[in-house]
C-alpha cells in the first residue's frame, strides 16, 4: 500500500510550482517530491527517475479539466518512457475545487487501469495508483512495483515534523 504525508496545505497565494514552506505553513512541492524520492533509497529500491513537465497543454492531456480548477500550484512528474505506470502530480487548488480535482486524479488512474492495449500497465495503476488529498493539496502517485511511499513515523515524517510542518496522514 502505499501513503503520502503531505504538510497543512493552507490557501497560501503563493503561485510558485514549487519552494520551501512560507510561514503561512504552505506544503512544499518540492519537499514532498525529493521525500518519495527518499522513501525508494530507504527501501533498497533504485531510485525512480522522473522528468518535470512544465507544458499546460501536457498537463491537461494527461488530466482533462485540471486548468479549468485554476490551480495555484502544479508540479507534473513523468518518467523518460511515456505511457508507463509511474508519475506524480502534485496540485494545489481552491479549497471549493478539492473534490473535482480529486476525481480528475482518480479519472486519470481509472484511464490508466482500463488501458486494454497494455494489460500489465493496466494492472500498475489498479494496484500501484492513488490520491491523497490534504486540505487543499492533492497527489497522484503511480509506482513500479516493490516502491513506497513513506509511512507516518519514517524518516520522511521526521524531516517534514523538523522543517516545521505537521502531518496530514
Known amino acids: 500500500a502505499l501513503a503520502l504525508a503531505l504538510t497543512a496545505c493552507g490557501g497560501g497565494n503563493n503561485a510558485s510550482s514549487g519552494g520551501a ?12 517530491y525529493q521525500g518519495i524520492l527518499d522513501a525508494q533509497k530507504d527501501s533498497g529500491q533504485e531510485e525512480p527517475i522522473f522528468f518535470p513537465e512544465e507544458g499546460a497543454d501536457a498537463i491537461e492531456s494527461l488530466y482533462p479539466g485540471l486548468s479549468a480548477l485554476n ?18 502530480l502534485l ?5 471549493g475545487d478539492v473534490d473535482a480535482a480529486k476525481a ?4 486519470r488512474i481509472d484511464s490508466g487501469a482500463g488501458d486494454t492495449g497494455y ?4 494492472v500498475l495503476w489498479q494496484n500501484n495508483a492513488q490520491v491523497q488529498v490534504q486540505g ?3 497527489c497522484l502517485i503511480a509506482l513500479p512495483d516493490g516502491y513506497t511511499i513513506a509511512w507516518s513515523g519514517s524518516s520522511y515524517q521526521e524531516k517534514l515534523v523538523s522543517s516545521g510542518g505537521s502531518l496530514g496522514f
Open 136 to 138: 487543499n493539496c492533492l
Open 91 to 95: 496540485v494545489e487548488v481552491a479549497e
Open 104 to 107: 480528475i486524479l482518480q479519472d
Open 119 to 122: 494489460p500489465e500497465n493496466a
Open 71 to 88: 490551480p495555484s500550484r502544479v508540479q507534473l512528474y513523468l518518467p523518460p518512457v511515456t505511457g508507463y505506470a509511474c508519475e506524480i
Open 21 to 32: 514552506s512560507s510561514a503561512g505553513g504552505e506544503v512544499s512541492f518540492d519537499a514532498v
